[in-house]
């Protein structure tokens, strides 16, 4: 099977799991050493972009990211590993 970006689907308190496909085109997933996952929502200046929701944004900004339904992150309980297993 191949995957794509379709597969990809997001969860928030405030979004219910949706493939990133159905999501609206400002919203961008960003992966990064420094800061793990997170999800944004763009603007045209910089300093307007909005962050819903990171790895270790804390219990008000959780995020679940699954591809296909496979775990690949669940910040809700950060006493988590990622993939969604108990440490």
């Known amino acids: 099977m191949t995957l794509s ?4 689907h997001i969860t928030t308190e405030s ?6 496909f159905n999501l609206p085109y400002g919203l961008e997933v960003h992966c990064s050493r420094v800061a ?3 999800l944004w929502k763009s603007a045209t200046r910089p300093e307007d972009w909005e962050l819903l929701a990171g790895e270790y944004e ?7 990211l699954d ?11 950060q006493e988590r590993e990622p993939g969604g297993k108990p440490s």
């Open 58 to 64: 804390g219990p008000e900004k959780w995020l679940v």
């Open 5 to 8: 970006y379709h597969d990809l």
């Open 15 to 20: 979004i219910p799991r949706t493939s990133i």
């Open 67 to 77: 591809v296909a339904g496979e775990i690949i992150l669940d910040s809700r309980d």
């Open 36 to 38: 793990g996952w997170q």
